[in-house]
C-alpha cells in the first residue's frame, strides 16, 4: 500500500514532491490548479518534466491528481457544465503530462433534481472529457450521500461508469469517511468484507484505483461528509486498522487527505501512524 498524503503545489508544481519527502509519502494527491477558481493553471512542458525527475529521484510512487470542488458534472446549468468539462479536461491533460495514477472526481449533484438525469448528463461530461485527453484514468470517488449528491451507492457509481461509455480508463476512489458516512461499515473484517463484496457485484474491484483514508466526525449513515485526523473520529484506530490492513488495497495509492497539522495538513507522525495501524491490523488478520 502506498501510503501518502494531499499535499500543496504552492511555488510550483515541482514543489509537491518535496513537500511530499518532507513527510515520508509514498503516493501523493494534488490540485493541478487552485480549488477556489475555475480558470485552469497551465504548466509548461519544463514543469512537469522538473516534476516527473523530482518523482524518479524519491521514494514516492504514485501522485493522483483531484479535480476541484467547484465542478458538478451533472449540473442542470449548461454554463456550469462547460466550465466542468474545460477544467475536467485540462485535469486530465495534467494527468498525462506527469504519469499520474488517475484524475479523482466528485462527479456532481443533482441538487433537488432528478438523480437518472443527473447521471445521464454527468456521464457526458465525462466522456466528453476522456474524448479530449489521452490516457490518465479517472476515479469516481463515493460520496457521504449529503443532499442530491452523485455516487453515494456503489449502483450509482456503476451509473456513471455506465452513463460515461465504460471506459476502461474509469475507476473509483474509496473514501473511508464516505463510505461510513454514507452507511456503509468498514470498522471490521466482516463488514468491510461485505461492503467491498456488495462493490465487486455492482461495479467490479477491477475499477478499484485508490484510496483515500479519513476518519469521520460523523456517524454511521449520517450523510455528512467531515473529515477527523486519523484515529480521531468515529472509525478510530482500531477501524482504519482493519481498512488499511484490507489484502485488496494492498498495492494501491492510499491518499490521508486530513491530517493533524495546520489546518488539516498531513504530517510524517501521522502517516508514521497509518503505518503502524496497517501493521496491527494485518496482525490481527493472521492470527
Given at each position: ?226 473529515h477527523a485526523a486519523p484515529g480521531t473520529g468515529e472509525i ?52
Open positions: 500500500m502506498l501510503i501518502g498524503a494531499h499535499v500543496s503545489t504552492a511555488g510550483g508544481l515541482v514543489k509537491a514532491v518535496g513537500r511530499g519527502i518532507e513527510v515520508d509519502a509514498h503516493s501523493i494527491q494534488i490540485f493541478n490548479q487552485s480549488p477556489r477558481m475555475w480558470r485552469p493553471t497551465s504548466y509548461s512542458e519544463e514543469d512537469c518534466a522538473a516534476f516527473r525527475e523530482a518523482m524518479a529521484a524519491s521514494r514516492i510512487e504514485a501522485v493522483v491528481i483531484h479535480a476541484v470542488y467547484l465542478l458538478n458534472c451533472g449540473s442542470d446549468d449548461p454554463d456550469i457544465r462547460a466550465k466542468s468539462l474545460t477544467s475536467l479536461t485540462q485535469s486530465l491533460r495534467v494527468g498525462d503530462q506527469i504519469g499520474a495514477s488517475g484524475v479523482v472526481l466528485h462527479p456532481g449533484s443533482a441538487k433537488g433534481g432528478d438523480v437518472g438525469e443527473a447521471i445521464k448528463r454527468a456521464g457526458e461530461v465525462i466522456a466528453a472529457a476522456l474524448a479530449d485527453s489521452d490516457h490518465c484514468g479517472l476515479h469516481l470517488e463515493n460520496t457521504a450521500g449529503a443532499g442530491g449528491t452523485l455516487g453515494r451507492s456503489f449502483a450509482e457509481l456503476a451509473a456513471l461508469t455506465e452513463a460515461a461509455g465504460g471506459s476502461n480508463r474509469i475507476g473509483m476512489c474509496l473514501d473511508s469517511c464516505h463510505l461510513l458516512a454514507s452507511g456503509y461499515d468498514v470498522r471490521t473484517p466482516t463488514t468491510l468484507d461485505s461492503v467491498l463484496a456488495e462493490c465487486d457485484q455492482e461495479i467490479g474491484l477491477e475499477r478499484l484505483h485508490s484510496i483515500h483514508l479519513n476518519d469521520s466526525l460523523t456517524k454511521l449513515g449520517s450523510n455528512r461528509d467531515r478510530g484506530e482500531a477501524g482504519l486498522a482493519v481498512f488499511l490492513s484490507e489484502p485488496r488495497f494492498d498495492s494501491l495509492p492510499c491518499v490521508m487527505e486530513t491530517g493533524s497539522g495546520e489546518k488539516g495538513a498531513g504530517t510524517a507522525a501521522d502517516l508514521q501512524l497509518l503505518r503502524k495501524l496497517r501493521r496491527r491490523g494485518q496482525q490481527q488478520r493472521s492470527k
